[in-house]
């Protein structure tokens, strides 16, 4: 078997929301989104309409995909699997630079870690999303 690659689907309160959020802190793009209660698939959609709900939408930045689906749509999908969203996983992300990063956004975000060197060798800091989901992002020290 080869992988080919691993895209997170994260569950989201707001896919406008979600993206804004990945936008303006991270840079991210949107690649694509599928109006909300829509059973058609209309071709690509890469701007975000204020006056429309949307179930899906995936972003990118360089080579790191993200997809983020609404509740109702994921439960459609593949059923009641859970039954809050946000922290029970973590993302871990490897960056070039932690520190800029982290002066960049430490006033914008909600920090649940503060920047610090660790033991293994990774400086790294912990973040709260929109959504809940807890982000760490680390950079060789």
Known sequence: MKLDSLVVNMAVKNIHESYLFYKKNFGFELVDAVVANSTEYNGITT?????????????KKESTFVMFQTVNSLR??????????????TFY?????VEKLYID?????????????????????????????????GSKA
């Open 47 to 59: 701007e975000l309409k204020d006056d429309t709900q949307y179930q899906w939408a995936m972003v």
């Open 105 to 137: 956004i430490k006033n914008k975000v909600k920090i649940v870690k503060e920047i610090e060197t660790k033991f293994y060798g990774m400086k790294e800091f912990y973040i709260k999303d929109c959504n809940g989901y807890i982000l760490g992002f």
């Open 93 to 97: 992300l490897t960056i070039d630079d």
């Open 76 to 89: 459609e999908d593949i059923g009641n699997f859970f039954e809050t969203i946000g922290a029970s996983l």
